[in-house]
T-cell receptor, first 113, second 116 residues
């Protein structure tokens, strides 16, 4: 049962462009939405996260936009760089200790130099 | 601070053979997770430990998979016998377990299993 749907599966962006990855969730009890970045041969690493009490969170070139009514959230990478080429996973969880994090299927991002 | 350590990084076995993966979490992290990541997919939870107690093993295929975390520190995941469909990357992650869940899992680099 996939509770977090991520799109697109792959994305190619020119250097300096904006990369946008979208996610949708089903469970309205989710209240924590992290994005993880994974490079080949490495484990995922937390990039940025948001809670539904805010509609946007920005950290450097990375911004999460959150739409609670639509049950959607997205990652925007401004001024995309070749070093941003990686696989990105959105995820969702309930902020209780006994809840697991549900991951999307991932987006392979390639930034053209 | 050392990160999550996993071994082996790569393992190639023939089907029906046993295999074991080891994980040492970040010091002081009480919660430990084993995830399986199939090619081109996101991580899927197999089992979660709080100290030495398995608090969520609902997704662990118990007929062939087993795990243990005897002293609440490092953990072993075993598959016996392995099947072709078990080929995947097995990720270990840890979490400090603060009173307020932050959701930041720290992942190891994974153990890539190929079953021939």
């Amino acid at each position: 049962q996939q509770q977090v749907k991520q799109s697109p599966q792959s994305l190619i962006v020119q250097k300096g462009g904006i990369s946008i990855i979208n996610c949708a969730y089903e469970n309205t009890a989710f209240d924590y939405f992290p994005w993880y970045q994974q490079f080949p041969g490495k484990g995922p690493a937390l990039l940025i996260a948001i809670r539904p009490d805010v509609s946007e969170k920005k950290e450097g070139r990375f911004t999460i936009s959150f739409n609670k009514s639509a049950k959607q959230f997205s990652l925007h990478i401004m001024d995309s760089q070749p070093g941003d080429s990686a696989t990105y996973f959105c995820a969702a969880s309930r902020s209780r200790r006994d809840d697991k994090i549900i991951f999307g299927k991932g987006t392979r991002l390639h930034i053209l130099p | 601070e050392a990160g999550v350590v996993q071994s082996p990084r790569y393992k190639i076995i023939e089907k029906k053979q046993p295999v074991a993966f080891w994980c040492n979490p970040i010091s002081g992290h009480n919660t430990l997770y084993w995830y399986r990541q199939n090619l081109g997919q996101g991580p899927e939870l197999l089992i979660r430990y709080e100290n030495e107690e398995a608090v969520d093993d609902s997704q662990l295929p118990k007929d062939r998979f087993s795990a243990e975390r005897l002293k609440g520190v490092d953990s072993t995941l075993k598959i016996q016998p392995a099947e072709l469909g078990d080929s995947a990357v097995y990720l270990c992650a840890s979490l400090r377990s603060p009173t307020s869940f932050t959701g930041e899992l720290f992942f190891g680099e994974g153990s890539r299993l190929t079953v021939l």
